[in-house]
């Protein structure tokens, strides 16, 4: 324990360091800067995979059996399921271990708004004051900014992330999706995430938030690999365009739709759902383009919202799109999916019972227990994209988020996999 209950961490000194390394070293001098600081004998960041089942630890120092290579940097996966990494993962809630010798093994999240980056382990000499979690929680918080500044300059997180390699239209599909799959707000909570078949399927999905709306979008194009890939990038780009000049929901989708039929090859087309939440009065509406309809979550029952189909994107120029009304409510859960979802080689997997299964996870472990349980039920065998956006809405008036080192600690702290809340 220390003397003192003096600040521990100096921010602004791990701040400079950032500034003075070089973007690919930035996160390496920041977490070595924070040991110095804490007397850690040893620091290590751990960064999420892109199959949200893994933890990878990045290095270019000792040489690590079974670990994959790129020049001198290293990637060891470290599968979650069943770890003390995920437990952390999940929680979001710091976890120290008291080492024989009078140390400390620290776990600690690094997270942005609920987007779980990764975690940092530490190897303490005592076991840390509760003061002394909390800044070095803190600091880990921190160092989710200087990973997401970082990587906007080097592949190497990209890299080590993939635990395979991305095929062209798996390479072009991640750069449709948006920079985080999970945000939480004062009155939502989103999580989103694609499950890839082997033979890519066109599906993404996107969101942005601004000061009035919350805007979402899932799309399923038609085809497979590059010509699938191409005809998403098309739509989706049209969308954002659309979206960024000012268009309300139904300008977007007729803006998006004669994108389609002027620039893509004839008989091409994408399914797709765009909805709009109105921050100020809670209303939600949402255009249908031919597909799978949503589910929603309320009171413990799961049923489906059941929606006026139109015709996909693509397939009748100059057509005006339907804008429909969605009912929501605080505490309703809505989960749009592409019908990668419903396989004909998954027909043990019942989504509707998945979903009120997992009522009592956050968002984030929601769409990843229905990617896993998409996987189990065709075998791993996907013969489409599984995509899913898990909204949930707590309703009020604009407002800030109860929000400690990068989460919420009122909805982090979901249990595992198979346990309830009480």
């Not at 290293?74 to 010798?101: I, K, M, S, W, Y």
């Not at 750069?175 to 082997?198: D, I, N, V």
Request: hydrophobic content about 40%; some cysteine.
């Amino acid at each position: 324990m220390r003397a003192s209950e003096a600040p521990l961490i100096d921010v602004g000194a791990l701040l400079e360091k950032v500034e003075a390394a070089a973007p690919i070293d930035s996160v390496q001098a920041v977490a070595a800067s924070l040991g110095e600081m804490v007397d850690a004998r040893e620091v290590n960041l751990l960064v999420t995979d892109f199959t949200g089942r893994s933890v990878v630890r990045l290095t270019s120092t000792d040489r690590v059996d079974g670990a994959r290579s790129h020049g001198v940097e290293q990637a060891e996966t470290l599968p979650l399921h069943g770890t003390l990494h995920e437990q952390v993962l999940r929680t979001q809630r710091p976890h120290v271990r008291a080492l024989d010798d009078g140390g400390a093994c620290m776990t600690v999240p690094v997270t942005d708004r609920g987007d779980a980056i990764g975690l940092l382990e530490l190897l303490l000499p005592r076991y840390p004051s509760p003061q002394e979690v909390t800044e070095i929680a803190n600091a880990a918080h921190a160092l989710a900014y200087v990973v997401i500044a970082a990587r906007r300059h080097t592949d190497i997180f990209e890299w080590g992330q993939r635990s395979q390699p991305f095929a062209l239209a798996a390479e072009i599909q991640r750069r449709l999706l948006p920079a985080s799959y999970t945000c939480e707000a004062g009155q939502f909570t989103l999580a989103g995430w694609l499950e890839p078949a082997s033979s890519v399927g066109g599906d993404t999905f996107d969101y942005t938030l601004d000061r009035d709306s919350l805007q979402i979008s899932i799309t399923d194009a038609v085809g497979h690999q590059v010509s699938a890939a191409l005809l998403a990038t098309l739509l989706v780009g049209s969308l954002r365009n659309g979206r960024r000049k000012g268009l309300d929901l139904g300008e977007q989708a007729g803006y998006a739709n004669d994108s389609l039929a002027e620039n893509a090859p004839a008989g091409q087309f994408v399914t797709g759902q765009l909805m709009r939440v109105d921050l100020h009065s809670g209303t939600a509406t949402i255009v249908n383009a031919g597909h799978p309809f949503p589910l929603r979550l309320r009171n413990g029952k799961v049923e489906e919202i059941e929606l006026r189909i139109e015709p996909p994107f693509g397939v009748v120029p100059g057509k005006t799109f339907d804008v429909q009304t969605l009912s929501l409510e605080p505490g309703d859960r809505i989960v749009l999916l592409t019908d990668g979802m419903q396989e004909r080689n998954a027909v043990n997997l019942d989504v509707a019972a998945a979903l009120a299964e997992s009522a009592d996870l956050h968002p984030r472990e929601v769409v990843h227990e229905l990617g896993s349980a998409i996987l189990h039920a065709t075998g791993g065998e996907l013969q489409d994209d599984a995509t899913m956006v898990c909204l949930d809405w707590y309703g009020g008036p604009p407002r800030g988020r109860n929000s400690e080192q990068g989460a919420d600690p009122d909805i982090a702290s979901a249990p595992l996999a198979g346990e309830r809340r009480n």
